[in-house]
């Protein structure tokens, strides 16, 4: 049995793993429209994981003929993502209108098309690729196309399925588990509309061919006000999809309060995961705090007096304390290192070799930590440069999963937003965070004599799993002695 013709297939995109264990991610926007051509690795969407904003490339050159999402859908690792038509292949006379059909019913009602599978003797038709890599997986080199590595139970990255036809929109869709439970709806439009309105899936009765549930039946279980359980109150009956359109919306009411619920927004992406690591880190972490005033005043003068000699290449303070931190690590190592369950459900105390220095930022999607590799092998000026950049980037949302989750030990600079301290709460699964407040000018001892002097606070958080009292309190020691006499502290580093 021969390989199939190019022009009687197209080519599947399917959303790839983006890195880090993720299994969905939400459409930002397409950089390509249907009809476009494009080349291999050229990006054609941007999309948001729970870590960054990435472009996605094509491993494929063609046409593109369809693009499965809208922006705002939260698609599943796996899906079909983006259909190409291999360059030199002309469209069916029918397929625009039938594949438009097809796959607007599929992502309506039962979410994707099922995929063909390749037989042994039927390789398949792609464009060769750069290989080049893009978190977590490449573009096709030779005739392999997609991912060495296998996604259980999902099909491979890129397969062959034939162009859709009118008679594409009966593909049946999945079978009744053994457990008799109705099988969980796949449509990215359904899953969205049943989160947004807090319906459980497994509690819906799905009036689709075997149990499948469809969108009326979200929809239903809305109107019906059923709230997170929805079992008792969902029928078999179907009921038009513009019923609930046609009627007024209501204001809902806060169960709790009594007030109108203005506005339900989802959490996913970064806020979803900044919400499970705070939680797990409360949780799982037994954190002790302590902390320190630190008069700064000689590393401020440090800084004036280089700025004079070298403006254009002075370090910022919290380069300067992040140099002084690294050599702190490298005295007490214990606040590097962190617990991990082992393989036999035991835990382990796990140390590494250098230091990754995460630097928390602010930016538009929420608190991410971008960490500088290997900073110990940093002076402050390398330091002042790599921090600004991962900023930059971070702001941008163009930080990697790997930027934003290799770190293992965090400085935070919460003095920027006008606050003298913070308790804060550890980076899991990290053992410590260091914070700096704002410098201000506070009276001061200083030789017997009153006097105004620069002065910040040093706020330590700790795993006291990791170590005690007496080692958190020596590092922090440590890194304030050299902040408030930094000349001798830079001339042995």
């Known amino acids: 049995m021969g390989a199939p013709t190019v022009s009687e297939h197209l080519l599947v995109f399917l959303l790839p793993d983006l890195g880090e264990g993720l299994t969905e991610a939400e459409l930002v926007s397409w950089l390509v429209a249907e009809g476009d051509t494009i080349v291999v690795d050229q990006p054609v969407a941007e999309v948001e994981t729970a870590k960054s904003v990435v472009e996605v490339p094509s491993p494929f050159a063609g046409t593109v003929a ?154 239903q279980a809305i109107a019906a006000g059923a709230g997170p359980s929805v079992s008792s109150s969902v029928t078999d009956e179907p009921v038009a999809e513009n019923a609930t359109r046609a009627a007024d919306p209501v204001p809902a009411t806060d169960s709790r309060s009594g007030l109108t619920v203005l506005e339900r927004t989802p959490l996913r992406g970064v806020r979803r995961t900044i919400a499970d690591a705070m939680t797990r880190s409360r949780r799982e972490i037994p954190e002790a705090t302590v902390w320190v005033d630190v008069d700064v005043t000689a590393l401020v003068e440090l800084r004036e007096g280089m700025k004079r000699s070298t403006p254009d290449t002075v370090p910022g303070i919290l380069a300067f304390v992040a140099r002084f931190v690294v050599a702190g690590l490298a005295r007490f190592p214990e606040l590097n290192s962190r617990i991990a369950t082992g393989d036999d459900g035991a835990q382990e105390f796990v140390r590494v070799e250098g230091v990754n220095l995460g630097i928390a930022a602010q930016t538009e999607r929420g ?127």
């Not at 869709?173 to 053994?178: F, G, K, M, N, W």
């Open 66 to 219: 369809t693009l499965h999402g809208q922006p705002g859908e939260v698609l599943d690792v796996g899906a079909p993502f983006l259909s190409v038509r291999p360059e030199g292949t002309a469209a069916p006379s029918s397929a625009p209108t039938a594949v438009g059909q097809a796959s607007a019913m599929l992502r309506e009602d039962a979410g994707v098309p099922t995929q063909a599978t390749r037989s042994n003797d039927q390789p398949p038709v792609a464009s060769e690729g750069s290989g080049n890599v893009l978190i977590g997986y490449g573009t096709p080199g030779g005739l392999t196309g997609g991912r060495t590595r296998p996604r259980k139970g999902a099909s491979a990255r890129s397969v062959e399925t034939p162009v859709l036809t009118a008679d594409a929109a009966a593909v049946s869709p999945p079978a009744v588990p053994a457990s008799g439970r109705a099988p969980l709806c796949v449509s990215p439009l359904v899953r969205r509309l049943a989160r947004d309105h807090g319906v459980r899936l497994e509690d819906v009765r799905g009036s689709g061919e075997k149990g499948l549930i469809l969108r009326r039946d979200i929809e």
């Open 367 to 493: 608190l991410v930590v971008p960490s500088v590799r290997r900073a110990d092998t940093m002076s402050a000026r390398e330091l002042d440069r790599e921090i600004r950049r991962l900023a930059a980037l971070a702001r941008e949302g163009k930080a990697t999963p790997s930027d934003l989750s290799s770190g293992t030990f965090t400085l935070n600079n919460y003095g920027v937003f006008g606050v003298d301290g913070s308790a804060a709460i550890i980076n899991y699964p990290e053992s410590a965070i260091l914070g700096l407040g704002r410098i201000i000018d506070r009276p001061w001892v200083v030789d017997g004599q009153l006097a105004v002097r620069k002065v910040t606070e040093l706020t330590l958080a700790f795993d006291h799993r990791v170590c005690d009292g007496g080692t958190a309190g020596g590092f922090l020691r440590f890194v304030a002695d050299a902040m408030e006499n930094p000349g001798g502290m830079l001339a042995d580093l």
